[in-house]
Every structure is written in structure tokens, then in C-alpha cells.
């Protein structure tokens, strides 16, 4: 568990984390989600004692993160993937990371073929590719079997292969009752990784919820029928909200699937579709940021 109480970070005038308390539980992957810029990564670094909180406190495992003792085998990070001797191999780096926790030299190894570089495993890290420094890095994190992990875009340059071995890692993790924290901006991944999620605007809390609540609450049903306009008026009797789509099916909020096929019959309206429609992440997260952003790209030609 991870657990943050009024976590505020300021770096000048700029309050990077405002306020945030929240707490992330085990037995799930928690997506961490926001804006660039919104302090997902201060966020991580405060909990993991490479940022110095201004207020607040972030504990992992009940204590601060500076408290574990060879904390690689309860907390593993993927935070900054560059921060490692370009001149050493993947070999070497993860070795002086298992010693360094008291680790068995046979886990490097394991580590290694379980993110697939042991073809490049005695070749200099400064050499690699976005992806595979992203291999190394999830290497890096794993290596201590750690009950908790925070991995801050870890999908981030990874080929298809990589992204969908990550969703599996990470929801067997989670399965396994491990905490699992991580950051993308992949809305179409996270909906197909994460159970839970947190979100952030500008440093602050925006949402604490289940994927299946946020997605639900914006459910709707679909329905297509050669009376449309009688089924929309009795509909809206029945207290839905009914909007006519360019196709010509009836988009009906405030009833479920059931209720609306029950009002149909009770019109005497034939129905040729009924489906339940629910948002995509990405629809409900740019619903939920859409006035956080702060940097947003211009339109071209427009000023
Ligand atoms: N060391 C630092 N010195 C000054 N400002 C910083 C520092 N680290 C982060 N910031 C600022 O804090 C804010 C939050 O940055 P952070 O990297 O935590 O956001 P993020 O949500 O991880 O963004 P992204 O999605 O782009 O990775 C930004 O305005 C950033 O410029």
C-alpha cells in the first residue's frame, strides 16, 4: 500500500503536488493519470524519498520510503529510465543494483530473460534503444520481487510485443496481491490494464475511482427505431434524457437497457437496435481534465 496525507510539493512558485491525499491499495492496478504536468512523476519521486515533500508525507508499506531497509526487495521503481552508467551492460548494472540489496546473483538472470534482453545483456546500456532501456528499467524493478511498484510510463517506447507483456506483468502482479502504481498516457492501454485510477489536474486530486465506475457513469443506451420520434417522447416521460444522433438513433441517458426496451413495449414501438454504449477512457478522461490542461497545442492555421 501507498499511502499520501495533504503531499504538497512547490518548486519555486510553481506547486507542482497540491493537497493530494489518497491511498493505493494492493490487489489492484491503480492507473495514475493527468495532464503533462500535472505531477504524476513529483508525485512518485516524493513517495519514493528522491524528492523532498514540502508538506505532507508519503509512506510506502506503512513508513517513508527512506525507512525500508534494501528497499529493492518491497519497493520496485521505474521512474527515470537514464539514471544509470551509460558505460555499463544490463548485466553489470542489475548485478551492483542485487548487491547492493543483499539479492542472489542467479535473479539478475532471471530478470534479464523475463524482460527478454539476454541478447544484450553484456552490451553498454549508453547503446540502447528507447525500448530497451525500458526493459532494463522494468528489470531494475522487478528484481526484488517487490510487493509494491511504481513504474511511471513504463510502456513508453515499448513495441507491441513489450506493451501487451506489461499488461500481463502488471495484472499478474496485481493478482499475485501486489501494489501496483502506474503512469501512461496510453488511455486505450490503461483501460485494457487498469482496475482502478487516480487522476490529477494541476497537482491536485480529480478523481479516486474504479475504471468501471468512471466508465459507467457516462453509460448510455443506444436505439434505433422506425417510430423514433414517439419512442423519444415516451421515453422522456418515463424521466430519460433522449437526444436524436446524425444516424438517426436515440441516445438515451437515465434508463438502462431494460427500462428502455420495457417503454418501447408499452408504446407499441418496434425497436431494430438496443445496445448499451459505454465511454472509452479517453472520452471520459478528456471530460474529467479537460479544464486542467495546461499546455495545449494550437490549432494550425488558426492563432
Ligand atoms: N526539479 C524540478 N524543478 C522545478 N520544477 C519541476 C521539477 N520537477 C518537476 N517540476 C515541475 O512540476 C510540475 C509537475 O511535473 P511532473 O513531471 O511531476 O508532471 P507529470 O504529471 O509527471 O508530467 P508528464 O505527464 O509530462 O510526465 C511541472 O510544472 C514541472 O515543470
Redesign the pocket.
Known amino acids: 500500500m501507498i499511502e499520501l496525507v495533504g503531499l504538497t510539493?512547490v518548486?519555486?512558485d510553481?506547486v507542482?503536488?497540491d493537497d493530494l491525499t489518497v491511498r493505493i491499495e494492493p490487489g489492484r492496478v491503480t492507473g495514475f493519470l493527468?495532464?503533462?504536468?500535472?505531477?504524476?512523476?513529483?508525485?512518485m519521486?516524493c513517495v519514493l524519498g528522491l524528492?523532498r515533500p514540502t508538506a505532507g508525507t508519503a509512506t510506502v508499506l506503512g513508513v517513508p520510503y527512506r525507512r525500508l531497509d534494501r528497499p529493492l526487495r518491497r519497493v520496485g521503481a521505474l521512474v527515470d529510465p537514464r539514471a544509470r552508467h551509460p558505460g555499463r551492460t544490463a548485466h553489470a548494472h542489475l548485478l551492483a543494483l542485487a548487491r547492493s540489496n543483499g539479492l542472489p546473483r542467479r535473479r539478475v538472470a532471471e530478470v534479464i530473460d523475463l524482460v527478454g534482453l539476454a541478447a544484450v545483456a553484456y552490451d553498454r546500456v549508453g547503446g540502447y534503444s528507447l525500448g530497451m532501456g525500458q526493459r532494463l528499467g522494468m528489470a531494475g524493478a522487478l528484481l526484488g520481487e517487490p510487493e509494491v511498484l511504481l513504474l511511471?510510463?513504463p510502456v513508453n517506447g515499448l513495441d507491441p510485443e513489450g506493451i501487451r507483456w506489461v499488461r500481463g506483468l502488471l495484472r499478474g502482479l496485481a493478482a499475485e496481491g501486489r501494489t501496483v502504481l502506474v503512469?501512461s498516457?496510453l488511455m486505450s492501454e490503461m483501460e485494457d490494464t487498469a482496475d482502478h485510477l487516480v487522476v490529477?489536474g494541476r497537482?491536485r486530486l480529480l478523481a479516486d475511482v474504479p475504471m468501471a465506475e468512471l466508465l459507467g457513469a457516462s453509460a448510455a443506451v443506444r436505439v434505433r427505431s422506425p417510430a423514433a420520434p414517439l419512442l423519444a417522447s415516451a421515453l422522456r416521460r418515463a424521466g430519460a434524457a433522449v437526444v436524436l444522433e446524425l444516424d438517426g438513433a436515440l441516445r438515451i441517458e437515465g434508463l438502462d437497457p431494460a427500462d428502455v426496451g420495457d417503454v418501447a413495449h408499452a408504446a407499441g414501438v418496434p425497436v431494430h437496435e438496443l445496445t448499451r454504449v459505454v465511454a472509452s477512457l479517453e472520452a471520459a478522461y478528456l471530460a474529467l481534465t479537460g479544464g486542467e490542461v495546461?499546455y495545449r497545442a494550437g490549432l494550425p492555421g488558426l492563432p
Open positions: 510539493k518548486f519555486g510553481r507542482a503536488v493527468g495532464p503533462n504536468g500535472s505531477g504524476k512523476t513529483t508525485t519521486r524528492a511511471d510510463e503512469s498516457h490529477l497537482g495546461e
